[in-house]
């Protein structure tokens, strides 16, 4: 049986599962009891915790990580020091605890939120899947290999990252279970002073990108009718929550998250998915959760897709984000690009030249001074 | 771009990535002579070592692929263009080719080489054109380091990439120049 039946069957059969009686953690000292299987269970997490850092699936940036972590401290104050959180490196919605507390959350999910709120949302929702022990409850359900020690089992050899996200797949509990995780993770949003009118928006976007993009991967916060759950469950909560004043730290989550989010258009870029790029910034709606500096990207999906009136597109596009952020050089390669292409030497080379100005040691210099050169002598001809 | 793209990986770097085997079978490179030549290019090959050829693809070994390859890969324009792709490969430049190298690289593995990292990127004069020569790393799930060497231009004809790879402790270094040898001597025809 292939992975992916193993990941598309798994999470039907788990739902379809009546979960055991298991404690949750009352307090952090709690973990330190923990024996038999539970013990089990949790030195498989860490093996896979390990297995990530060594495959370096993570995203390595200090400061945003502080940041995620500091977020889930405050959701968390009591279990400071034992929840640890991890950003993942993939462009795919989605984000899982382990059972040892591990809460990892991948760079596409963080990517497509728009304020810290949000993502507290998720980090809340995940937070009690390890305090209720929810993985080991569904483990005891099964009686049989668990759905964590299948994925961990099949992480062999490389590439590994199949098998991860395989794992996260997996992590789509039962529905009593999920609407738990719902329950008291709001509890925690608005103790923590969030403002929980974000927390069904938040799964409303994610939604949106699975429509839009037609994503049709089988992970939890992926899944249609799993994100339409959470809206609903979410919606139920707001309504009736006690207090609907909280902060939703925008500014806050944009700045940390900035980088990352270029990044990932990027990312899309490299790996030939200019489609996405197009679908998640055509909007100009969602463009606006993204830095000046995406109009750069856009216009290199447009090149790359190159249909009828693609070609103005992209410049256009590389002009917005030269005129919006005048110091970020990418949009000047392109441009001497697109001249040196249009035969138009003179303007290739004043791009170029500011290129080179703004970027003195990119990578690609090799390139443009041969380009330069080039573009020189198609000056006299 | 997708069936071009394809065609290289499928061709390529299945090859220079995995220890993954085409059908036929292993030949001294002694017996013919170091002296290579098929439809495509020619190039002199090291002594010594062992070659496996299949269809456009030739991969050479002196210890096994695992420790040390060289694929050396042709993929005709007329193919490269028999796809949705209305692009013209052969009017990409160097840094495009090398840019649309990395990207077929990287989604041929589905985002499963996250430590990929580009050491450098630069132009290089190969057999009468302006190429890419690209030098790269990654480590493996088991946290092996491997480097890669690869060179690619296009001509009138096609699209030509010559690649080793080899674990970053003490092989790669080793047969270094082993690569630039072939690169040196890699002529189209």
Redesign the interface.
Known sequence: MSFRRIALILPVFLAACQTGSVEHLESPTDVQSITGEEYRLWHAASEFDEKLVRGHYLYEDAELKRYVQSVMDKLYPEYKGVIHVGIINSPDLNAFALPNGSIYINTGMLSRLENEAQMATVLAHEGVHFVNKHSFQQRRSLKQTSAFSLGIGMITGIPALGSILTISSIYGYSKDLEREADKEGFRRLEKAGYDVSQSPITFQYLLTDVETLDIKQPYFFSSHPRLEERIESFSNLAAKADSQTGSSYEAEFQAETSNLKLELLNDYLEIGQYKSVLLILKEESARKRYPPQANYYLGEAYRLRDDEGDVKKSVDAYLVSIAAVPDFSPPYRAMGIHYMKHNEPDKAISYFTKYLELSPHASDIGYIKNYISKSQSMRGK | ??SY?LLIFIATMTLVL?ACTTPAAWKSIDAGGSQYANEYYTAVLPTGWMMKDADDTLMISRDGPDLQRIVIAYVSLEEALSDED??SVS?M????L??KF???L??S???????LT?L????IPIAGH?GFKLHLMY?????LRIEMLSVGFVDEDGFYSISYSAPAIHYFANDRDQFTSVVSSFQPK
Not at chain 2, 109 to 115: V, Y
Not at chain 2, 120 to 123: D, F, H, R, V, Y
Not at chain 2, 139 to 143: C, E, L, P, Q, R
């Open positions: 771009m997708k793209g995995s209305k692009k009017k430049l160097p840094s495009e090398a840019d990395i990207s077929e990287k989604s593995q589905g985002f499963d080489l996250p430590s580009i450098s990127n630069e132009p302006t480590s493996t799930d088991k946290g």
